[in-house]
Nanobody
Framework: QVQLVESGGGLVQAGGSLRLSCADSGDTFSSYAMGWFRQAPGKEREFVAAITWSGDNTYYADSVKGRFTISRDNAKNTVYLQMNSLKPEDTAVYYC????????????????WGQGTQVTVSS
């Protein structure tokens, strides 16, 4: 059973930084590709970043490329999202997700989801 819990969200000014964490209580974390998604008010859930099971490859939405970095520590069953140069349009609830297989740029293939953490960026 996979259980994902996000943490690290909060309020930050434009140009600032936050680091999100997603911890899995299970013992198969290293077998999963991991992704971060976000959902802003009135919008659909959108892809942010993803990482392969090995951590060798990472993928980013164009809107965050160069500003966000996804990483993982399989020994700690944790994936991170370092967010720099934050913009007001980054404001959303951020969700961690996991799936067996390759990373995906849409939410549907992901099997397991955390409950989200709020990120608010002031202008």
């Amino acid at each position: 059973q996979v259980q994902l819990v996000e943490s690290g969200g909060g309020l930050v000014q434009a140009g600032g930084s936050l680091r999100l964490s997603c911890a899995d209580s299970g013992d198969t974390f290293s077998s999963y590709a991991m992704g971060w998604f976000r959902q802003a008010p009135g919008k659909e859930r959108e892809f942010v970043a993803a990482i392969t099971w090995s951590g060798d490859n990472t993928y980013y939405a164009d809107s965050v490329k160069g500003r966000f970095t996804i990483s993982r520590d399989n020994a700690k069953n944790t994936v991170y999202l370092q967010m720099n140069s934050l913009k007001p349009e980054d404001t959303a609830v951020y969700y961690c997700a996991a799936r067996l297989g390759v990373p995906a740029g849409n939410p549907d293939p992901y099997e397991f989801w955390g409950q989200g953490t709020q990120v608010t960026v002031s202008s």
